[in-house]
Structures are given as structure tokens and as C-alpha cells.
């Protein structure tokens, strides 16, 4: 099965398309809209919880040391915070389920 990268723009246009008189330039912004959020409210530390599709997070990456693959020299890596996403359980079955059918 041959994947395909679906963008912003892409993605905007999929959302007019399933909504009932909505332009293609104000699902963009909607769909810009929404991302800023989610990024703002995991910046600020708040978990965001999509029903059905995920839920975002910073989570904590500990400190570590790397190893610079040409020269083998360790390099050490400060803890820091990230963010993370979860997805929810029945977005999880849905591609399992639907990759399976692609397959065959």
C-alpha cells in the first residue's frame, strides 16, 4: 500500500468539503485556529483531550548522553520538556482496521 502525505492546505480543503457552506479559506484558518490552541494550552502545561482521536501533553525527556555517529564522541543531552500526543484507543483500532482492509 502506497502512502500519501496529506498538508495543512490539503487537509482545510477536506474540511470545506465535508461542511455545509464552508470556503475553503476559512477552513484554513479554522484549521490554523485550532492548532494554535492546542500548541497554547500545551505550553502552558494543560493537557488537551480529543475524544475519539488523542490526547496532547508535554511530557519530560530525561537527561542523557548521545553519541555523535561519526566520531563516537559522547555528547551530553539536558532534560527538557516536549511535546506528546496519545492516541486515543479508537483511532488506533480504526487505522489498524483499515490498514488491514488496504492490504489485502
Same mark, same amino acid.
Given at each position: 500500500?502506497?502512502?500519501?502525505?496529506?498538508?495543512?492546505?490539503?487537509?482545510?480543503?477536506?474540511?470545506?468539503?465535508?461542511?455545509?457552506?464552508?470556503?475553503?479559506?476559512?477552513?484554513?484558518?479554522?484549521?490554523?485556529?485550532?492548532?494554535?490552541?492546542?500548541?497554547?494550552?500545551?505550553?502552558?502545561?494543560?493537557?488537551?483531550?480529543?475524544?475519539?482521536?488523542?490526547?496532547?501533553?508535554?511530557?519530560?525527556?530525561?537527561?542523557?548522553?548521545?553519541?555523535?555517529?561519526?566520531?563516537?564522541?559522547?555528547?551530553?543531552?539536558?532534560?527538557?520538556?516536549?511535546?506528546?500526543?496519545?492516541?486515543?484507543?479508537?483511532? !488506533?483500532?480504526?487505522?489498524?482496521?483499515?490498514? !488491514?482492509?488496504?492490504? !489485502?
Amino acid at each position: 500500500m502506497e502512502s500519501t502525505t496529506v498538508n495543512k492546505k490539503e487537509l482545510a480543503l477536506r474540511l470545506a468539503a465535508n461542511t455545509y457552506g464552508l470556503t475553503p479559506e476559512a477552513a484554513e484558518k479554522m484549521l490554523t485556529v485550532v492548532i494554535e490552541e492546542i500548541q497554547a494550552a500545551v505550553s502552558a502545561g494543560d493537557r488537551v483531550v480529543l475524544a475519539g482521536f488523542g490526547t496532547f501533553d508535554a511530557r519530560e525527556r530525561s537527561a542523557r548522553t548521545a553519541r555523535n555517529p561519526r566520531t563516537g564522541e559522547e555528547i551530553p543531552v539536558e532534560a527538557k520538556m516536549a511535546p506528546g500526543f496519545k492516541a486515543a484507543v479508537s483511532f !488506533k483500532q480504526r487505522v489498524a482496521d483499515e490498514l !488491514k482492509v488496504a492490504a !489485502k
